[in-house]
């Protein structure tokens, strides 16, 4: 059972609100790689630049949408943490890309697309690392029921995360 006591369920669930969509697109970047041997979840960093261009729109936080890796047709759920990483006192603000797929590679230098659908928290910090893997692990499961409703599900065909006619 987990003592976490939030809503499974973020954003308004007859529309997709402003500013989201967000639509981020990088090359994946090495991390500081604690986030799979740590957490057991691993992520995929986006570069700075995008991170850059995300703070147009979002504040820092957690948040949930979908990706693909190299536009190919598989599009998965993810859940993204934007920000400073207090736990770990990072010094740069990162966009860092939870994917909700157990994968056997990691994919560096892949090219990654997100469609940022919505917010969940804010960033916390913790005094261990398990009270993190657990918010993490139900930030997650709020991803999944969140994603299910119309609105949400359907940007999982936006055509961003797709392969272009001209790289089929
Ligand atoms: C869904 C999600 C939520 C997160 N929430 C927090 C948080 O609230 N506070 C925090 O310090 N880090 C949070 N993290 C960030 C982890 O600390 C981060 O993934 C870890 O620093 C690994 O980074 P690295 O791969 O660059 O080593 C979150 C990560 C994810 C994927």
Do not use: C
């Amino acid at each position: 059972m987990s003592d976490i006591d939030r809503p499974l369920l973020v954003g308004n669930d007859h529309a997709v609100e402003q500013p989201y969509p967000v639509r981020l697109r990088g090359t994946v970047m090495r991390g500081f790689g604690r986030g799979g041997k740590e957490l057991g979840i691993p992520t995929a960093n986006l570069p700075e630049d995008v991170s850059q261009y995300a703070g147009q729109f979002i504040e820092t936080g957690i948040y949930y949408g979908w990706a693909s890796i190299n536009s190919s047709e598989t599009i998965y759920p993810m859940v993204m943490s934007f920000g400073w990483n207090p736990y770990y006192k990072n010094e740069k603000r990162s966009a860092e890309v939870h994917i909700m797929h157990k994968f056997d590679e990691d994919f560096y230098e892949k090219d990654l697309r997100v469609i940022v659908a919505g917010f969940i928290r804010p960033e916390k910090n913790y005094t261990t690392l398990e009270a993190l893997i657990s918010d993490i692990n139900f930030d997650i499961q709020v991803a999944h029921s969140s994603l299910a409703r119309g609105p949400y599900a359907a940007l999982k065909e936006d055509i961003f995360l797709k392969p272009s006619p001209a790289s089929l």
